[in-house]
């Protein structure tokens, strides 16, 4: 009997001495990143012509290279942080951009088009995060700003003015996907945080004008890059999803009036002006869609 006891006890002593690792493994799950890229916020770039458009910019192939550097980076920096899978997204002119033979083995890619504007996102994600995405058009001392297009001025969500930063954090939060980190220069940084305070923000380049800046080397870059998204991965849980509460109403103004773009009339679509339109819906992903430009 005594043995017995004994024998119960120990067991007992050796489930408690376990119990933390239990409950880790019960509640843990492989946490899965969706990283969005861009490249005109990537270090070293600056002229559009020169270098963001694919297979006729004189310097497109060395742009492929640093973008795919710096994706690189992230998922790296990801996976030491504790990401269980990363998939990555060619954001940029079709989605023919990064270097399948130079990314990183671990990551999925998610190119060419068309992508659904919804970018294949779903709540099995844990986080968002940003590579070489830009501030919003007409936004000072920033490199290469605009909003999606060239012809697009203004995008307002409920009276709130949003570029593709804003427009892909609110387009995450409908999911409930935190976005928790972006690289790019200062003001795409300055934009997000005024999004996201919590988020990581890696900035490679500060623009002194629309086409010239400041920019670290790409091998500075990249270790920014790898430090912030590892410690992006490891504050998760400090940032919540940024999320727009319904109705929505998505205002978008053309720079030109008359504008050659018109979009498909339908409930829920107005146009307002000249060059100004209104997409509404019970929420954000119902409005947009109208609009179709995440």
């Known amino acids: 009997m005594e043995k017995s006891f004994h024998r119960v006890l120990l067991t007992l002593a050796f489930l408690l001495a376990l119990w933390p690792t239990l409950v880790v493994a019960q509640g843990s799950r492989p946490k899965k990143v969706f990283v969005i890229t861009d490249l005109e916020g990537v270090d070293g770039i600056f002229d559009f012509n020169l270098q963001c458009i694919p297979d006729k910019s004189p310097r497109y192939a060395e742009s492929r290279k640093l973008l795919t550097a710096e994706v690189n980076a992230a998922v790296k920096g990801l996976y030491e942080g504790g990401a269980g899978s990363v998939v990555v997204y060619d954001g940029h002119a079709g989605g023919h951009n990064l270097l399948p033979f130079d990314l990183d083995p671990r990551a999925d890619l998610l190119a060419g088009t068309p992508v659904p504007p919804t970018l294949e996102l779903d709540p099995s994600y844990a986080a968002v995060i940003f590579i070489g995405l830009h501030a919003m058009a007409g936004t000072p001392q920033a490199i290469l700003p605009h909003s999606y297009t060239w012809d697009i001025q203004n995008i307002w969500v409920n009276g709130k003015k949003v570029g593709e930063i804003g427009g892909r954090v609110m387009l995450a939060g409908s999911f409930g996907i935190p976005a928790i980190m972006l ?12 999004l996201v ?22 091998s500075a870059a990249c270790a920014l890059i790898e430090k912030k998204a590892s410690q992006a991965m490891r ?15 998505v205002k978008v103004e053309l720079v030109s009036s008359p504008s050659a773009r018109t979009f498909t009339q339908q409930p829920g679509v107005e146009q307002l002006d000249g060059r100004t339109w209104l997409f509404r819906g019970n929420d954000l992903t119902r409005a947009w869609l109208k609009f179709s430009s995440f």
Do not use: I, M
């Not at 305070?197 to 080397?217: D, I, M, N, S, Y």
């Open 183 to 194: 690289a790019g220069d200062h003001a795409a940084c300055g934009e997000f945080l005024q």
């Open 197 to 218: 305070p919590q988020g990581e923000c890696a900035e490679v380049k500060h623009g002194v004008g629309p086409t010239a800046g400041f920019t670290l080397t790409s």
């Open 235 to 249: 504050r998760l849980a400090e940032v919540k999803p940024y999320t727009v509460k319904g109705p929505v109403k």
